[in-house]
């Protein structure tokens, strides 16, 4: 209950800073709105980028690396690196659209990893992309964009 409670106040967070930015938007149409867009490598975040793009939002992609690269280096394979390797085909494609790397492994052990482990233990089944989605994805990366100096009217996934 505690983790949908918190994924609530993320969201109403999000809907008044939309509101209130179309509003700033609205009043200066010489705005060109800025959208974080969370780019995984794969068609749907691909192709949502290209038509922000299409749509004259002014945007930056970030990669999220929240696997575990570390446990699999000893493979002598990162599989994130060839999704990261996909998103800077895409963004120089989109005409060199700025790409962040932000690392959230931790956080992703820690808030989803955690979570199926205890889920299982329990006889459940988990949901980690549920989890991903409100803990690390918007819960996260949009308190890394509130730390940063960055400032975006929309994030996009």
Same mark, same amino acid.
């Given at each position: 209950e505690t983790s949908s409670v918190v994924a609530n106040e993320k969201l109403n967070q999000l809907l008044k800073l939309s509101s209130s930015n179309t509003k700033t938007q609205k009043d200066n149409p010489t705005h060109k709105p800025t959208v974080a867009m969370l780019l995984s490598g794969g068609v749907d975040s691909s192709v949502a980028l290209h038509l922000l793009l299409r749509q004259n939002y002014n945007v930056t992609a970030f990669y999220l690396r929240i696997w575990l690269e570390d446990e699999l280096a000893h493979l002598g394979e990162c599989p994130w690196e060839e999704d990261l390797e996909v @998103?800077? *085909? =895409? +963004?120089?494609h989109a005409g060199n659209v700025?790409?962040?790397t932000v690392s959230l492994g931790e956080e992703y052990r820690e808030q989803v990893v955690q979570y199926t482990i205890e889920e299982a233990e329990r006889g459940r089944t988990p949901n980690p992309d549920i989890m991903c989605n409100s803990r690390v994805k918007f819960g @996260? #990366? *949009?308190e890394y964009i509130e730390k940063s !100096?960055? +400032? #975006? !009217?929309? =994030?996009?996934s």
């Amino acid at each position: 209950e505690t983790s949908s409670v918190v994924a609530n106040e993320k969201l109403n967070q999000l809907l008044k800073l939309s509101s209130s930015n179309t509003k700033t938007q609205k009043d200066n149409p010489t705005h060109k709105p800025t959208v974080a867009m969370l780019l995984s490598g794969g068609v749907d975040s691909s192709v949502a980028l290209h038509l922000l793009l299409r749509q004259n939002y002014n945007v930056t992609a970030f990669y999220l690396r929240i696997w575990l690269e570390d446990e699999l280096a000893h493979l002598g394979e990162c599989p994130w690196e060839e999704d990261l390797e996909v @998103c800077q *085909l =895409v +963004t120089e494609h989109a005409g060199n659209v700025p790409l962040e790397t932000v690392s959230l492994g931790e956080e992703y052990r820690e808030q989803v990893v955690q979570y199926t482990i205890e889920e299982a233990e329990r006889g459940r089944t988990p949901n980690p992309d549920i989890m991903c989605n409100s803990r690390v994805k918007f819960g @996260c #990366f *949009l308190e890394y964009i509130e730390k940063s !100096d960055m +400032t #975006f !009217d929309y =994030v996009a996934s």
